[in-house]
């Protein structure tokens, strides 16, 4: 006999064969198991965005599930063990559940063992009166199937938003973030303010998908802790302010707003505020494209990669921001239907860095040097970076620092073609590293006495060159105490020029249109 014929040998071709109906068996049920995992993760990933009350309604509903498994067990031993008490059993259990809430005749068993009831719309689904607690509804559009605005649901008997025409409620369970789930259009035309301010009122996030036109909103205020997110999704203005930013942790992204000559963004900050975070917003046809108007003190802002075109009036304004304020990669480009208009305006800010930041005119035919308008204005401001930054064809001046302003360092900034003085310095304790003033002797209508850098009080300058202007490359008054190294000033009508009473120390040379190469002596 051979080695499999004994009992040993048995018993291994047994556990060989079990083995391969296993293994063959794991390979028909592993792409199912798959399946099921990847259903399970993304349910997890849904219960998780959803609200506190969301989720403490489901496991209310999960609860009252669990508790009536047993329920179910029990009667079933009783109807094996007793057949004679089985009609009795059935009408006990049937009573017993249905005056359970949220299950109704137990159809939450089936429902979290996988059903998922599939209607074509959103309507059609708040008009249907068979739809009873605990049924769970996918829809797959919300005027129409494909349309955006499908969701999934749960059918409860608690009051939200979305109300059945049976007297019972639908929860919002998938993707509660979408504004098209409460049935914004965005066809340019109907109002989406409802449905927007239906999406903050369950969800922290309001996420505006891409339509081919764009949603038509009201006047909207921001709760605290909402998130606004777009994917270059347009907006149309339909009244007054746009967005109303009154409260910490809020966050606008990727819109283009249509302003219909309105602010596209407002700050009306409560104390002590912070955390407001604005990226990738462009806005055109609007007074402004932020307005701040807060009167209390706030700290924390980022605002990022924003662009403002066709703006009417004040660009960015704030006020009172204090500390961690950073302005990176932002471009106003001002139309000037309003006279002393500044691209940028800070008043009483402190801790600000603005890195890449553009404030572009585009002169206007016709209104040359009447409008003026300034590419960046800063009043009663302390503690200020500007980083290559930039003002270019303004009617006014370039960058204009008043006299309440301190501690302000500009590095690689520019001004170029403006209208009156590319830079005018009243602050104290300034520093200025490799600027460039671009002046207007080539403008058709150039104006007399325009200067370079036009110096009140105390600076430091290194680095710096001035070019094209009427009057002196740097003019230094007589309230001011200047050092400055490494100068150049060329084809303007005097190099240097500085009053009777001014102060300073200045080393290296300046070349002048007028004079040609002349040695500076080292104080005024």
């Known amino acids: 006999k051979t080695a499999n014929d004994n009992l040993n040998g048995q018993l291994t071709v047994l556990k060989s064969t079990l083995e391969s109906i296993a293994i063959s068996f794991g390979e028909k049920l592993t792409p199912y198991v798959k399946k099921a995992t990847e259903w399970l993760q993304k349910m997890a990933n849904k219960f998780n965005g959803?609200?506190?009350a969301q989720k403490d309604m489901i496991i209310k509903v999960a609860l009252v599930?669990?508790?009536?498994?047993?329920?179910?067990?029990?009667?079933?031993?009783?109807?094996?063990?007793?057949?004679?008490?089985?009609?009795?059993?059935?009408?006990?259990?049937?009573?017993?559940?249905?005056?359970?809430?949220?299950?109704?005749?137990?159809?939450?068993?089936?429902?979290?063992?996988?059903?998922?009831?599939?209607?074509?719309?959103?309507?059609?689904?708040?008009?249907?009166?068979?739809?009873?607690?605990?049924?769970m509804v996918q829809t797959a559009g919300y005027y129409a199937a494909g349309d955006g605005g499908g969701a999934l649901f749960l059918i409860s008997s608690t009051e939200t938003l979305f109300p059945l025409s049976n007297g019972?409620?639908?929860?919002?369970?998938?993707?509660?973030?979408?504004?098209?789930?409460?049935?914004a259009k965005g066809d340019g035309i109907a109002d989406d303010t409802t449905a927007f301010e239906a999406c903050m009122q369950t969800s922290h996030i309001v996420r505006l998908p891409k339509t081919t036109e764009s949603y038509v909103l009201g006047a909207i205020t921001l709760p605290e802790g909402c998130s606004?997110?777009?994917?270059?999704?347009?907006?149309?203005?339909?009244?007054?302010?746009?967005?109303?930013?009154?409260?910490?942790n809020t966050s606008i992204a990727k819109l283009t707003i249509d302003g219909a000559n309105y602010s596209a963004i407002i700050m009306d900050l409560e104390a002590e505020s912070r955390f407001i975070y604005i990226d990738d917003i462009k806005a055109y046809n609007a007074d402004h494209l932020l307005y701040d108007v807060s009167e209390n003190y706030y700290t924390n802002f980022y605002m990022n990669r924003c662009y403002g075109i066709d703006i009417t009036a004040t660009g960015v304004e704030m006020h009172?921001?204090?500390?961690?304020?950073?302005?990176d990669d932002v471009t106003i480009d001002i139309i000037r239907t309003m006279p002393n208009s500044p691209a940028f305006a800070f008043e009483e800010c402190r801790g600000m860095q603005l890195r890449h930041c553009e404030a572009e005119g585009g002169k206007?035919?016709?209104?040359?040097?009447?409008?003026?308008?300034?590419?960046?204005?800063?009043?009663?401001?302390?503690?200020?970076?500007?980083?290559?930054?930039?003002a270019d064809t303004?009617?006014?001046?370039?960058?204009?620092?008043?006299?309440?302003?301190?501690?302000?360092?500009l590095s690689q900034c520019v001004a170029s073609l403006c209208g009156s003085h590319a830079f005018m310095l009243a602050g104290s304790y300034m520093t200025f590293?490799?600027?460039?003033?671009?002046?207007?002797?080539?403008?058709?209508?150039?104006?007399?006495?325009?200067?370079?850098?036009?110096?009140?009080?105390?600076?430091?300058?290194s680095g710096c060159r001035s070019t094209g202007f009427t009057g002196a490359g740097l003019y230094v008054h007589s309230t001011a105490l200047v050092t400055v190294s490494s100068l150049m000033s060329t084809y303007c009508g005097i190099g240097i020029l500085g009053e009777e009473s001014a102060k300073g120390v200045i080393t290296g040379s300046v070349i002048s249109a007028t004079t040609g190469t002349q040695d500076i002596p080292e104080t005024l």
Not at 439 to 460: M, S
């Open 50 to 52: 959803l609200s506190s």
């Open 364 to 390: 206007t035919p016709g209104h040359i040097h009447m409008l003026y308008n300034v590419g960046f204005s800063f009043k009663s401001c302390v503690a200020v970076w500007l980083d290559r930054c930039m």
């Open 65 to 135: 599930a669990a508790a009536i498994g047993p329920c179910i067990l029990v009667f079933g031993k009783m109807v094996t063990s007793v057949g004679k008490v089985v009609g009795i059993v059935g009408k006990v259990g049937g009573a017993f559940c249905s005056n359970l809430p949220f299950i109704g005749q137990s159809r939450i068993l089936t429902n979290f063992s996988g059903f998922v009831k599939q209607i074509d719309t959103t309507q059609e689904m708040l008009a249907d009166e068979t739809l009873d607690a605990g049924v």
């Open 394 to 409: 303004l009617d006014g001046i370039g960058f204009e620092v008043a006299n309440t302003c301190e501690y302000m360092y």
């Open 228 to 248: 606004v997110v777009g994917e270059d999704t347009a907006i149309t203005a339909a009244e007054s302010t746009l967005f109303t930013i009154a409260h910490s």
């Open 320 to 327: 009172k921001a204090r500390a961690f304020i950073f302005l």
């Open 433 to 461: 590293t490799n600027c460039f003033a671009n002046g207007n002797v080539l403008e058709e209508y150039p104006l007399q006495n325009v200067h370079g850098f036009n110096i009140y009080k105390d600076v430091v300058m």
């Open 168 to 183: 019972a409620y639908a929860i919002i369970i998938d993707d509660p973030t979408n504004i098209k789930a409460y049935g």
